[in-house]
């Protein structure tokens, strides 16, 4: 049997008079809250992080992973605290075959709980490395065994699920790259990794990080300067001629890059997250929002070089040069291989879109202020920048309110349940419409764009987007991670349909990673087909 479930995911922003939150009933003063406990931002006795290794597993294989405190150089020419697994940032940059499935075993060296998340895996339930759902917290010095397998191609990466706003801003992140076969004749670009994050640094440390509370609450961490595989800029060489694939992956924890591929021969994209595309699309920008990947073929003409541009910052965050010394080392291919993309046009993509859904479901991301704003917040209230603006000005963004002022909410319109839990079984098709409204001081008549762009990811399991604000996407490709709106754009609306073929409890939330940890989460629960 296959089911469908329609959901709709509207944000708003101030006290709304809907799903059983009263408008107008004055604020309640509260008493004023403890004062927040630094974290030690100390590196006396740190060793020096490393550059990332690539690790290379094949079915059956066995891999540790620690995650531990370091000292690094984020581009400044400081050195500050980190996080590292294996001591390298970012971490181990892990290459499987598709299909096969990897024992790891996990130890925390930190002084706070942690865990993994294999963010787009759709292993089993008991791995997918949630608090309190699917595992308890890694305590400091203890281990986790972690089985990670792998039955989509594609890019993926994994990170902590506690204290995200902190941990991954601090370095926890590494890649996944899942190869498709092929073919004995069929030949693979070289390929490089690009983790694309920013950092926020005041006084050249990573400011407002504290033991109690979540700080950019409202908007999320906006970083003022870029951090790309572990430095301000990445270099890539390349052969002239040769089609080099670029795995792009964005960490960052509130970011969504407006990049602009700049001196390229040609850019090409080839898959999507967890899909190859059907065929490969020439492209000039691409947007990617937190959580999201995309790989991408480049070629740049002999003896020069090419940018990699965020258009809201005009940051460069690679430089990509064509040197004949790099020749030697390269396998040169001219044309993307075609055995994935034939996959892809063999799975019947139109055909799974087409399908009429059986069930509708209706999210609304809430955001609902618990307490009075800090005085030291700025007068507008949202995080201290202009939202009329796409993005946060670099430096202008305020470290209040914190979810002990606000919390972010995932609520089921029709029942007003917060984080709600939705029970589905394998084979179930899922179509969640996302609708965005941004309301204004909560008289809940006027309502307008959401300016800050947020998506929204589903543990375990894999969808494809329908339409974008009622357009039709220009891709068919299984998701994990959706931007949910996209001012740039100008959609306020996603609506996506999602196969539910993993068993378990799973995850879904906003991935600005302070917008999850105060709270906007909800629970899809998938049983075995009951004819099975």
């Known amino acids: 049997m296959r089911a469908a479930v329609v959901a709709v995911l509207l944000l708003t922003s101030g006290l709304v008079g809907c799903i059983g939150i009263v408008e107008d009933e004055p604020m309640k003063q509260e008493a004023e809250a403890p004062p927040l406990t630094p974290m030690d931002r100390s590196t006396g006795g740190l060793e020096e992080a490393q550059p990332t290794q690539r690790v290379d ?51 925390n060296d930190l002084d706070q709980p942690t865990t993994v998340h294999w963010h787009g895996l759709r292993l089993d339930n008991p791995n997918d490395g949630v608090p309190n759902l699917t595992q308890q917290p890694v305590q400091p010095g203890e281990s986790f065994e972690y089985t990670i397998e792998v039955p989509d191609a594609g890019v993926f990466w994994y990170h902590p699920h506690v204290r995200t706003d902190v941990q991954k801003e601090l370095g926890l992140y590494g890649a996944i790259v899942v190869d498709p076969p092929k073919e004995d004749t069929e030949r693979y670009p070289d390929e490089s990794v690009l983790h694309l994050d920013d950092m926020r640094l005041v006084d050249g440390d990573v400011p407002d990080v504290y033991e109690e509370a979540v700080t950019y609450a409202d908007s999320g961490r906006w970083g003022n300067q870029p951090f790309v595989n572990g430095t301000a800029e990445a270099d890539v060489e390349v052969a002239p001629g040769e089609r080099h694939r670029l795995h792009l992956i964005n960490p960052s924890n509130a970011r969504t890059w407006r990049l602009n591929f700049q001196g390229f021969a040609t850019v090409e994209k080839v898959a999507a997250g967890p899909s190859y595309l059907e065929q490969p699309r020439e492209i000039h920008g691409l947007r990617l929002g937190p959580a999201e990947r995309a790989t991408v073929d480049v070629e740049v003409d002999a003896e020069s070089s090419a940018r990699i ?109 917060v984080q709600p839990r ?12 996302v609708d965005i409204v941004h309301e204004h001081g909560g008289g809940g008549d006027h309502a307008a764009h959401s300016p800050v762009p947020h998506t929204v990811h589903l543990h375990g399991q894999r969808f494809m987007v329908s339409d974008y604000g009622g357009e039709d996407p220009e891709e068919r490709v299984w998701k994990d991670t959706v931007l949910a709106n996209d001012p740039v754009r100008d959609y306020q609306s996603v609506t996506i349909q999602v196969e539910m073929s993993n068993p378990g409890t799973w995850l879904i939330h906003c991935h600005i990673s302070e917008h999850s940890e105060a709270g906007m989460t909800a629970v899809v629960e998938v049983e075995p087909a009951s004819d099975a």
């Not at 291919?333 to 799975?347: C, F, I, K, T």
């Not at 879109?353 to 030291?376: F, G, Q, S």
């Open 309 to 417: 541009v965020d258009e809201a910052t005009t940051w460069t965050l690679a430089t990509v040069t064509s040197s004949f010394e790099a020749l030697g080392q390269s396998v040169v291919v001219q044309e993307a291989p075609s055995g994935p993309h034939e996959r892809a046009q063999a799975e019947d993509r139109e055909g799974f879109l087409a399908e009429e859904p059986d069930h509708t479901e209706h999210l609304r991301m809430l955001r609902n202020e618990t307490m009075p704003a800090d005085p030291n917040a700025s007068d507008d209230g949202h995080g201290g920048h202009d939202h009329s603006a796409p993005d946060p000005p670099a430096g202008e963004v305020n470290a209040q309110p914190t979810d002990r002022e606000l919390a972010w909410q995932l609520v089921d319109v029709p029942t007003g349940e």
């Open 422 to 433: 939705y029970q589905y079984e394998v084979g179930d098709v899922v179509e969640f419409t």
């Open 57 to 107: 597993l094949s079915d059956g294989d066995s891999f540790e992973l620690t995650a531990s405190y370091v000292k690094h150089d984020p581009g400044t020419g400081e050195e500050i605290r980190m996080m590292a697994y294996n001591g390298q940032i970012p971490g181990p940059e892990l290459h499987l075959p598709q299909g096969a499935e990897v024992d790891v075993t996990f130890t």
